[in-house]
Structures are given as C-alpha cells and as structure tokens.
C-alpha cells in the first residue's frame, strides 16, 4: 500500500522541483567539484525536508532517514559540551588533551584517523541508504 495523502499535487511538485534541484546540484558537485553548498543551499534544503515531514506528519521518519546527518549534528553537540565542562572543571588544556572526538564534525574524525575522503563519503552514503531503508520499513508499523 502506497502512502496517499489527498489534495497533496502541489506538494508532489514541490517534492519533485527540491528533488530536481538535488540531482542537479549533485552532478556538479561530483568530485572534481564545481560547485559546493554552502549555508544558504543547506539551510533551506533542510527547511524543506523539514516542512515537509512536518505537512507528512513524518517527522520521526525524518529523523531515521537523516541519521548520517543526525549523527554529524550530535558529535559537535557532544564535542562542545564535554569540552566545555571539562574546561571549567579541569582548566583548557586537559579539556583540550580529552577531547571525545578528534574533531567535530564526525566526518572530519574518521579523516583525521586517516580515512580518504573517498572512504568516508562512500561509508557515510552506505550507513544512509541503511537510515533509508530502516525509515521505509518503519511506514509499514503505523
């Protein structure tokens, strides 16, 4: 059974324009790159996926399609936070030595711990087709 949402046409061309766009900006951005997304690209692509999971009512399935992303939101979150109570309890410079990660975001971790750029998209685009189709199988429990 195909999820229906009545009235949604205007909806079903927005998802495909954003989807458009996408593959679009995707085939530029293959390495080498031509174009890169900065916070402008990226804030409004995420307000759009989040509006319409919002209009879904999907937002959980959000979260699990977005896990790589997710992910990468919670290493600065928990990077920032430990840092910064270790630095008032311990002084910066054990805060510094006692990092979680070696960097945040979590990507730039895995690159510092010697993985090629290549390994870690590709690593990251496995793990999101797994959110991908965890989040689909989801839509079959409701």
């Given at each position: 059974q195909v999820f229906y949402l009545r009235g949604?046409?205007?909806l079903t061309v927005f998802c495909a324009a954003v989807m458009g766009a996408c593959i679009g900006f995707l085939w530029y951005n293959a390495h080498p790159a031509q174009v890169f997304m900065g916070d402008t690209g990226s804030l409004a692509l995420g307000g759009a996926l989040g509006a319409i999971a919002i209009l879904l009512k999907s937002e959980f399935v959000l979260l699990?399609?977005?896990g790589v992303f997710v992910a990468e939101?919670?290493?600065v979150i928990i990077?920032?936070?430990v840092y910064?109570?270790?630095k008032r309890r311990k002084g910066a410079?054990?805060?510094q030595k006692n990092r979680v990660f070696r960097t945040a975001p979590l990507h730039h971790h895995f690159e510092e711990g010697g993985w090629d750029e290549s390994q870690v998209v590709v690593r990251f685009w496995i793990l999101g087709?797994?959110?991908a189709f965890l989040a689909l199988s989801t839509l079959k429990l409701r």
């Open positions: 949604a046409g205007e699990i399609v977005g939101m919670v290493s990077q920032r936070v910064k109570v270790l410079e054990y805060a087709i797994l959110c």
